[in-house]
């Protein structure tokens, strides 16, 4: 399979959407497929919110015009709408009672089987850990940085804010990460920090 | 707690948190996810058909994202889209979807040109097998034919020539991957899926002098050499028809050729590097 540079991708679109469309997913699986699994907690919340992500760009690529398909960001507008369905997500779990608990991203999710952590060893799920334990302001853009490689504006164009503003959520998302790593107790980071200390665990802290 | 678990964590820390620990969170997206994506869009379900023109007369073309599917003579169907649709869902479980009417780009040169090898083929329900014979029979230039025995050869599996000719009659998109250009050992045209008078049509149409070939073979002519290079090609390869009858030197076999001091033709690979030294 050749791989395809962007502009040949969006003119495939134009040209045709239906034959075109198959590599437009293969361009930006990874990217979207990356940010949804360390935006969510698991391989199959992951699969969803990809899968999700293209459905509904397809649909809305189907009613732009020729212009809007060749002048389209690709991988900014693809997050967009990723992040938008994460929110969504979030906020509809938050109000099913039976659910509350993993509508919190604070909380690291203690049924995570080992494969839904990072395939590069220790230190990687040990990362995965903190990542979770970020607040969503947090998390997003520095999983937008630096897991998916995106420009700073391309996150402002995701966030919907200034490139400054981006900048410094960044930086604050990095700051907090190493305090966290720094803080980790031994014990905890030598099972992944999968789990927080007792009294925060909430299979064992609600009855 | 372990000073093992201790020093762990510690690096952890330290270069856990940094950005190129964060890159290496990167995944590609799991193996099936294209597909399932376009399955959910109903993109996946068929494919699109064009008829275009060839020196084997109007063929079916069918294609989707993957690449070109499948090639047919429309005189096979009474040049009935409907009939062949029939027939394309039967055989592949995929039905005919509209789709453009204009062919894949490159088509209409492939089949002026006989040059096949830059069109995207969807050989997704072949075996790896099947698809190393058509890889390699796609390499046949136009006009020059090569033994089943070659292919075999050339694929580093010797001894599966009856299985490279059952893959040659599996092969989806003929005409345009040259099963047409692989013969018997012996020289003779052997057989074809649509029909030995088809295999003919589509040789003399690019310029392969079949009775000659047909000539060679009675004789026992498998090679032909030439004495001022001193190299041997199959009777059909272009540097082959280059040689002049003064200079022709006939071989029945490649061990022959090779006893005599020829040397295999670098082009048509009559013999096996291994063979040749």
């Known amino acids: 399979m050749s791989l395809q540079g962007d502009a040949a991708v969006l003119d495939g679109l134009a040209d045709d959407l239906d034959i075109g469309y198959g590599a437009f997913v293969r361009a930006h699986a990874g990217a979207v497929y990356s940010a949804a699994l360390r935006l ?29 398909v060749q002048s389209l960001e690709s991988r900014a507008w ?130 | 707690m372990t000073a093992r678990a201790s020093h762990r964590s510690n690096a952890a820390a330290t270069a856990g948190a940094g950005a190129a620990a964060l890159r290496r969170l990167r995944v590609e997206a799991p193996r099936g996810f294209v597909d399932a994506v376009l399955d959910r869009l109903g993109l996946h379900e068929g494919d699109h058909l064009v008829t275009v023109t060839s020196a084997a007369g109007d063929l079916f073309v069918t294609f989707n994202d993957s690449g070109i599917s499948s090639v047919m003579p429309a005189a096979v169907f009474d040049g009935d889209p409907e009939q062949f649709a029939t027939h394309h869902r039967r055989e592949t479980g995929r039905p005919i979807v509209p789709g453009p009417a204009r062919p894949p780009s490159g088509l209409a040169a492939a089949l002026r040109s006989g040059r096949a090898t830059s069109l995207r083929y969807d050989l997704s329900g072949l075996t790896p097998f099947e698809r190393a014979v058509l890889t390699k029979t796609l390499e046949i230039p136009s006009g020059e034919v090569r033994p089943y025995g070659w292919v075999a050869r050339e694929i580093g599996r010797p001894r599966a020539v009856r299985a490279v000719g ?10 345009l991957i040259p099963c047409h250009r692989v013969v018997r050992s012996d020289g003779r045209i052997g057989n074809y899926g649509l029909g030995v008078p088809m295999k003919r049509t589509l040789l003399s149409a690019e310029g392969v002098d079949i009775d000659r070939l047909e000539r060679l073979a009675d004789a026992g002519v498998r090679f032909l050499g030439s004495d001022t290079t001193r190299v041997f090609c199959v009777p059909s390869c272009v540097h082959a028809r280059r040689i002049r009858p003064a200079h022709e030197v006939q071989f029945r076999s490649a061990a022959s050729a090779l006893a005599t001091g020829y040397r ?14």
């Open chain 2, 166 to 175: 059952s893959a040659l009659g599996r092969n989806p998109v003929p005409v």
């Open chain 1, 78 to 207: 693809l997050l967009t709408i990723t992040v938008n369905l994460w929110r969504n997500h979030l906020r509809r779990a938050a109000r099913r009672p039976q659910n509350a608990r993993a509508a919190v991203p604070e909380v690291a999710d203690h049924r995570l089987g080992p494969e839904a952590m990072a395939e590069g060893g220790e230190d990687s799920r040990f990362l995965v850990g903190l990542l979770t334990e970020l607040p969503e302001h947090h998390r997003v853009p520095v999983v937008l940085r630096h897991v998916v490689g995106l420009s700073y504006a391309e996150i402002a164009s995701v966030l919907d804010c200034p490139v400054g503003t981006a900048k410094a959520n960044v930086a604050r998302a990095l700051d907090r990460l190493r305090a966290l790593a720094a803080a980790a107790p031994d014990g905890i980071a030598d099972t992944g920090l999968v789990c927080h200390p007792r009294s925060a665990c909430p299979g064992k802290e609600v009855r």
């Open chain 2, 264 to 277: 295999p033709c670098p082009h048509c690979a009559p013999a096996s590097v291994r063979d040749a030294s």
């Open chain 1, 40 to 68: 969510s907690r698991s391989r199959s919340e992951a699969d969803d919110l990809a899968q999700e992500t293209f459905v509904r760009a397809y649909r809305a690529l189907r009613r732009f015009d020729t212009e809007q």
